[in-house]
């Protein structure tokens, strides 16, 4: 048995977390092969710490159960680490200055060297004062002739210069503009020769983007795979990359967007990613509302003259998502869907609705389907959520970016609708399941950024309590996921995931064992840091801590920092020493 012992710092435990501002921390936890074993104080502390194989001295930092992105892209977030940082530029004018330095300079050489154009990432024109996206004249005058692709914010949009354009042929596929700028089928074969990489290279964009997330506190990243954003062989690779704690890399739980007309085509899909969580993810119902291609019961507000559709576009219909959600729940796999609009959003529940009159509620309620980012909900499609027992994987940092008055939402919805998105509180009271992701690259890994967004969400009732919010992109994540990766064969790590019954590490003789009973009195499971939980956690260092023993989170304070995070027992990032 190997052991661990972090002492001197407080650790947030179920009951802790139930009551943060009043709670006593305990102060020390103890990790035995990967499982929490003890979790107490000072004096206990004292007479472990001889026994221990490492103690870690935690200097008064605060350990958290480590976080989960329950939505996320990991090939594209390797490609926007490995290009041009487009996300902080103020204006069309600096974008274009960074797209002119980096065509000259070591990110240009090292992409051409790998066969790749000049790619960069994280733009909006919104509030540039030029008030418009680049060209492709703009993108030919700055690289100087040379391949370039510019991914807008969202990943739904983009803009290429005339050569990359002309050796793809983007100019005969629907969604190219005369100006550059793609969307639909153009987009996605700019995206597909972006990605089309050497092995090594491909490798390395997994490793990086992996890496950041550990460095961000995150044990688990649900990668929503589709064909538009990795290959199959490229989520399978990924899987296996990731399946043992060993590997010292976050868990990848994996979900191929790939819509299915029978069983048989989910179990095919199964067999050919082995360790497949779920059937969906991204696979897409609309666009998105930065990008005008969500799919809108109204109009956009500042829909231009002669945009083709001013309303958004309609990916799926009701009957592809009954027949893809009743097979997925006949294979015994969550089905899951992209889907941002209200329109989309009725699209999508009248067919989950048909495929429960031809399943039944109960075993549609029981295989575990979600909604992924499920921004405009009304009253209606709440008690649908409630009634399907879908889980609404979602992300408070859209709010934060883009929410508000004056934010990108009320330029293309108009302020009354704006101000009805990412209804946090709405979905928490009505029971809705709630997991928190960042849909990285668009938003960055940042969970306590996440957390403060919903508990400072934009509009003020839909704020949540910090304990919800931390429980959303915690002990959230492992549920959505159905246990992390367990489902079609995937291996993972003693003490991976899900519930440790009695005879876990609680009844090896440590003080407080508990037989794998949580320190709340309930069953310990992932998520949690408590006996005979997996001992998925993370050490912060906490500069503005408010009342008790969690962070304030007031708008202007710093963020926690991470200085370590601990996959089953496993370290996976250390600043701890």
């Known amino acids: 048995m190997s052991t661990t012992l972090y002492r001197g710092g407080a650790v947030l435990t179920p009951a802790v977390l139930a009551a943060p501002a009043s709670a006593v921390a305990p102060s020390a936890l103890l990790v035995a092969d990967g499982v ?20 870690v001295d935690l200097r008064g930092a605060l350990v958290t159960p480590g976080f989960v992105d329950a939505h996320a892209h990991v090939l594209d977030t390797g490609l926007v680490r490995a290009g041009v940082d487009l996300a902080g530029c103020a204006s069309l004018a600096d974008a274009l200055a960074a797209v002119r330095d980096a065509a000259t300079g070591a990110v240009g050489r090292r992409l051409a060297a790998e066969g790749s154009p000049l790619t960069g990432w994280g733009w909006a024109e919104d509030a540039w004062p030029e008030g418009r996206p680049p060209t492709r004249a703009d993108l030919d005058a700055a690289a100087g002739g040379a391949p370039v692709y510019l991914g807008r914010v969202d990943l739904h949009s983009g803009v290429v210069s005339t050569s990359f354009a002309e050796v793809l042929g983007l100019r005969a596929l ?38 950041a997330a550990a460095r961000a506190g995150i044990v688990a990243v649900h990668e929503q795979s589709a064909p538009q954003t990795d290959t199959r062989a490229g989520l399978a690779a990924l899987l296996a990359l990731t399946a043992d704690p060993g590997s010292a890399l976050p868990l990848v739980v994996g979900y191929r967007a790939e819509l299915c007309e029978t069983a048989d085509d989910v179990r095919a899909l199964a067999a050919a990613v082995p360790g497949l969580t779920g059937v969906g993810g991204d696979l897409a119902a609309d666009g998105s509302l930065g990008s005008r291609t969500a799919a809108l019961r109204a109009p956009y507000a500042d829909a231009a003259t002669g945009w083709p559709h001013p309303a958004g576009r309609l990916d799926l219909t009701a009957e592809q998502v009954s027949n893809h959600v009743a097979s997925a729940t006949r294979a015994g796999l969550p089905a899951a869907f992209h889907v941002i609009g209200d329109r989309a959003l009725d699209e999508v529940l009248l067919g989950v609705r048909v495929a429960a009159e031809v399943e039944g509620v109960e075993a549609v309620r029981a295989a575990g389907h979600r909604l992924e980012h499920a921004s405009m909900l009304d009253a209606p499609a709440l008690a649908t959520l409630v009634l399907l027992g879908l889980t609404a994987s979602v992300q408070p940092a859209f709010d934060d970016a883009w929410g508000g008055d004056d934010g990108m939402y009320a330029a293309r919805l108009g302020r009354g609708r704006a101000a009805s998105l990412h209804p946090l509180a709405d979905l928490r009271a009505a029971g809705v399941p709630l997991a928190f992701g960042s849909d990285s690259p668009v938003t960055p890994f940042d969970p306590w950024g996440a957390v403060r967004a919903a508990v400072r969400h934009r509009t003020p009732d839909q704020r949540l309590p910090l304990a919800a919010a931390l429980a959303a992109h915690t002990r959230g994540g492992w549920a959505a996921g159905r246990g992390g990766g367990r489902g079609a064969g995937a291996a993972v790590g003693r003490g991976e995931v899900g519930a440790v019954g009695d005879g876990g590490a609680g009844g090896s003789g440590v003080p407080g064992g508990a037989g794998g009973v949580g320190v709340s009195g309930g069953p310990a499971v992932a998520g949690d840091l408590a006996v005979g939980a997996p001992a998925h956690l993370a050490v912060w260092r906490v500069p503005e801590p408010g009342p008790g023993v969690l962070p304030a989170l007031r708008d202007d304070d710093p963020l926690p920092e991470c200085v370590r995070t601990v996959r089953a027992g496993v370290v996976l990032h250390d600043e701890l020493g």
């Open 36 to 55: 929490v074993a003890w979790v107490g104080g000072a004096d206990e502390a004292d007479g472990l710490a001889d026994a221990a194989d490492e103690v």
């Open 174 to 211: 629907p969604g190219w503009r005369e100006d550059g700028s793609v969307t639909g089928e153009a987009h996605a074969a700019a995206r597909a020769a972006v990605r089309d990489l050497p092995a090594d290279a491909r490798d390395a964009r997994y490793r990086g983007a992996l890496e």
